[in-house]
């Protein structure tokens, strides 16, 4: 067993479970800012969105891919605040990857359709969709009214529809002339374990997230023989942007310690820990991953609630 495990097995208070926590989010973090840059991504173009929130995924997917040697990447966001400061750390720590910004909304279909447009006249080519952006809810079933529930859908799913929809089409176009020989692409998508089963979120969001799954499933299903993959990612409990208030709101209480208790690594998780699994699908290290929900939750949609200190 880990030092890391056998202390935190052995204390039981809130406080130390917290500070084992940031601690090991200190060290994950630390280990990826010091890796090499590897090359996974060179010569792929990318389209992410939901790349405005500082703590958020996208954000953190965007810094990652710069990181892996992207070699232009398409950033979209609706809110447009930090869009300049994520433009100019790209440019300042990787000059070899473009980087464009775009203010707008990743369920608006004509702005998806030209977003992939553009990047097969800039670069003749679109290697990767990450179709990341999202909105959350807290209402419950019978307060939420009927256009809450659709805008909750035209966010969260609509849009990975689209990008589905106007990337695949671009990922198969061949361009010789221009170095892409045949048709390749790989879209992932951020759904939720809240879209696999019940109680981490509200109906609305649940049902956005789950037909997110679905859609990677029956897309690669109908894109097939087009070496165009099409996954999700289901993360469990992440400090973000979304999250922040329920994050600030424990540490005021001091229950932070029981963030993330109820999966078996005991811990919530950070954007950086999700952004890794998305270069992963969006790199060709997974070449032969197709139509899959994929849980990045610590575990928790694969355990009935953890009991601490019960073993069975
Ligand atoms: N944080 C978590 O615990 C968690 C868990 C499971 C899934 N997710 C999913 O992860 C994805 C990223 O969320 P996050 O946690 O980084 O939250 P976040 O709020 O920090 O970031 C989401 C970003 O998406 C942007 N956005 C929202 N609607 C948009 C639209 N229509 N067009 C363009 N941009 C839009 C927001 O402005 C924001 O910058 C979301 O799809 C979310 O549902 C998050």
Request: proline share 4%.
């Amino acid at each position: 067993m880990s030092s890391y495990n056998s202390a935190r097995n052995s204390i039981k208070s809130g406080d130390d479970l917290y500070q084992l926590t940031t601690a090991r989010l200190e060290s994950i973090r630390a280990q990826l800012a010091q890796a090499p840059r590897s090359g996974k991504l060179k010569n792929k173009v990318c389209i992410i969105t939901g790349v405005g929130s500082l703590k958020g995924i996208g954000r953190a997917a965007a810094l990652r891919f710069a990181h892996e040697g992207a070699k232009h990447l398409y950033l979209l966001e609706f809110d447009p605040t930090n869009l300049p400061d994520l433009e100019a750390t790209i440019n300042k720590s990787y000059p070899d990857v473009k980087v464009t910004t775009i203010q707008g909304d990743a369920a608006d279909e004509a702005l998806i359709s030209k977003v992939c447009s553009m990047a097969l006249q800039d670069e003749g080519r679109l290697d990767v969709f990450f179709a990341n952006a999202g909105i959350a809810s807290r209402k419950s079933l019978t307060d939420t009214t009927a256009d809450e529930y659709m805008n909750m859908m035209r966010v969260n799913a609509l849009s990975c529809f689209l990008a589905i929809k106007h990337a695949a089409p671009v990922m198969e176009e061949i361009n010789p002339a221009r170095g892409k020989h045949a048709s390749s692409g790989s879209i992932v998508m951020t759904a939720s374990v809240a879209g696999v089963r019940s109680g981490a979120g509200p109906v609305d969001y649940s049902a956005s997230k789950a037909a997110v799954n679905s859609m990677a499933q029956t897309s690669a299903y109908q894109l097939q023989r087009k070496d165009i993959r099409v996954n999700s990612i289901c993360p469990g409990l992440i400090e973000t942007g979304m999250t922040g208030a329920t994050f600030d709101h424990a540490r005021q209480r001091g229950t932070a310690g029981k963030l993330g208790q109820l999966n078996p690594l005991g811990r919530y998780g950070i954007a950086e820990e999700i952004a890794q699994v998305a270069l992963f699908l969006a790199s060709d290290d997974s070449s032969y991953v197709n139509g899959q929900n994929i849980a990045v939750d610590g575990g928790l949609s694969a355990s009935h609630p953890v009991i601490p200190g019960r073993w069975a």
